[in-house]
């Protein structure tokens, strides 16, 4: 039977069809058509994998049951409005929706819904993306984004990142505890802002020297500088500062440690080291004194019982007994001390005449004594 025309358009129309239905069946997106009340008319492949219903469950059916609330109530009234006023709010857009699968889960789609005409008759085509696994490693993304945030924001170090040119980028809450200054005073602010001299003055020119040089003088090494405070007021840090490269962006990250008060114990360490030795030289002293007076005082003891002189004997006896004391109680005053270091002391009244007086006896048992010349004219004033 030979072609007419009329069975070769047939023919065409026919194989148009079926590279239609082809290439709707095999794309990945899945494609949904309604007619004007919501009626589901086609559901592809891809729908059908995507919501998990079969095109037998949903074809004739409104395709408000593929919807959660508010979506699902809320799907004819819009529909309606949009034949009586003709507002869009989601017709030749995209968006992003949520939607229901057959086992009553809600996943996250992307939704782009175009109007159509097809023999007089208004229709839509719906184009559904599903966007779940998208949406969860976003949803993780940002989880860990928070932890991260959480932890860099509760470390007791603080934490700062500049940029090439030496802007801060991030600046977290120990830095405002730290230096006073809030982030929103900080960011996009020159971080030397938070150094006093010389290093305000100095800090743009490393920077550029490191980037033209290559030459590291703090990046990768920890040291210990100043930093300023908001209320002018400078500090010691420990700063360690590393360099971070970022999507093709070059960034130094400094940790940053108030070392205030560790300062402060250390100057104290130093100052107590220095009173220790003063006072073991100033103890050593005081306890040689006697000791040499009753060496010595023991030898002529020795000599004068040798040449049977009592009364010479007896005297240096009671020379060496007094030293001795004198000893003894420069012991128990360093005892004393001891106990009592962080006491206030009382006042005691010394007669200064006789403490000379007995140390110029003493004296004169020590050998060469007569090569000395002592005077002795003390002045004091009276006070209570």
């Known amino acids: 039977m030979p072609s007419t025309p009329f069975n070769s358009s047939y023919q065409n129309s026919k194989a148009h069809s079926s590279r239609l239905e082809a290439v709707l069946n095999t794309v990945i997106d899945g494609i949904i058509t309604i007619n004007n009340r919501g009626v589901i008319q086609s559901f592809n492949p891809s729908a059908e994998r995507i919501f998990g219903y079969a095109p037998e469950d949903v074809i004739g059916k409104n395709v408000k049951m593929l919807m959660p609330d508010p979506y699902h109530k809320e799907h004819d009234g819009y529909l309606q409005n949009y034949f009586n006023t003709g ?28 109007e159509m005409n097809i023999a007089g008759e208004t229709m839509f085509v719906g184009t559904i993306r599903d966007i779940s696994d998208r949406k969860a490693a976003e949803q993780a993304l940002m989880e860990n984004q928070a932890k991260l945030q959480a932890i ?65 003088k703090i990046i990768g090494i920890g040291r210990e500088v100043k930093g ?44 107590a080291n220095a009173e220790l030795e003063e006072f073991s030289y100033r103890t050593s002293h005081d306890l040689r004194s006697p000791l040499v007076s009753s060496i010595r ?77 002592i005077q002795f004219a003390p002045q004091f004033e009276e006070f209570l």
């Open 87 to 114: 507002d869009k709010q989601i017709i030749g857009k995209g968006r992003e929706v949520e939607a229901k699968r057959k086992d009553g889960t809600i996943f996250s789609m992307e939704l782009g819904v175009n």
């Open 152 to 216: 860099v924001d509760n470390t007791v170090d603080g934490l700062i990142t500049i940029n090439e040119v030496g802007k801060i980028e991030h600046y977290n809450k120990a830095c405002e505890d730290i230096f006073g200054f809030t982030f929103v005073e900080v960011v996009g602010k020159n971080v030397k802002m938070l150094m006093p001299e010389p290093y305000h003055k100095e800090h743009d020119g490393y920077l550029q020297n490191y980037q033209n040089t290559g030459t590291k």
């Open 228 to 271: 300023k405070r908001k209320n002018g007021t400078c500090f010691p840090i420990d700063l360690s500062v590393s360099e971070v490269h970022i999507h093709g962006r070059k960034l130094y990250s400094g940790i940053v440690r108030d070392i205030s008060e560790r300062k402060k114990s250390e100057d104290k360490i130093e100052q």
């Open 297 to 373: 005082l023991l030898d002529i003891v020795q000599e004068a019982v040798k040449n049977n002189e009592k009364d010479h004997a007896l005297m240096g006896i009671g020379h060496i007994q007094k030293s001795l004391n004198q000893l003894e109680e420069l012991v128990k005053d360093i005892l004393t001390l001891t106990l009592t270091k962080n006491e206030k002391e009382d006042y005691e009244a010394v007669n200064v005449d006789t403490v000379i007086n007995d140390s110029l006896n003493n004296l004169k048992h020590m050998e060469n004594y007569e090569r000395l010349s």
